[in-house]
Structures are given as C-alpha cells and as structure tokens.
C-alpha cells in the first residue's frame, strides 16, 4: 500500500479571490458604519441647539432702541479702536434688523 504524495499548491485556485471579496466587504461594511456616525452626529445638533441669548439694544448701538431679540452668539472679540468688546449674533431673522447676524457692544 503506498500513500499518494502531498499536494504541491495547497491553496485551492480561487482562494486569493475569496479574501480579496472578504475585504471589499469588510471596507464596505466600514464605511456605511462611518456615514452612519456621520450622519449620528451632525443630527444630533438637531436636539441639542447652540444656547439662545436674549438681546435688549438700547440707544446709540447699530439699530434703534427698544428692540428685543433671541439670537446664538457667534463670537466675540476686541474693537478694532481698541476699547470694549463686540459680539457677533446670528438671529436667523433678516426682516427683524435687516440682516441674519448682528454686532452688538458688549
């Protein structure tokens, strides 16, 4: 009795094409997770808006007095003359001061 001699290629012939279809799907699987947590992420901004402030102007600012007004800060910084603060608001609402962001005295 004599034993048959080992297979010189013991990879089958479509091996290679398997693992290359394995990774594609894996690559595949990880980028629909990423977009999912794309999209997980910038939809919570949704439910979790930036803080509202509540603006009062009084006289000599930008606009006339009196106004009341609910905007998100943007930014604040220094006058460009050197004296005081500025901040930056966005309101959203352009029929309110004309304009969707508004800088306002600090």
Aim: with cysteine.
């Amino acid at each position: 009795m004599t034993l048959a001699p080992p297979p010189k290629n013991k990879a089958a012939p479509g091996e290679p094409l398997v693992w290359f279809t394995a990774l594609g799907l894996a690559l595949g699987l990880l980028m629909v997770a990423g977009l999912l947590a794309v999209i997980t992420v910038n939809g919570l901004e949704v439910f979790w808006p930036d803080r509202v402030a509540r603006v009062e102007l009084r006289p000599g600012q930008n606009s006339p007095a009196g106004k009341t007004f609910f905007a998100t800060t943007v930014r604040e910084r220094k006058k460009s003359s050197g004296t005081g603060e500025e901040s930056l608001f966005f309101t959203g609402n352009k029929n309110l001061l004309g304009s969707a962001y508004f800088y306002c005295d600090a």
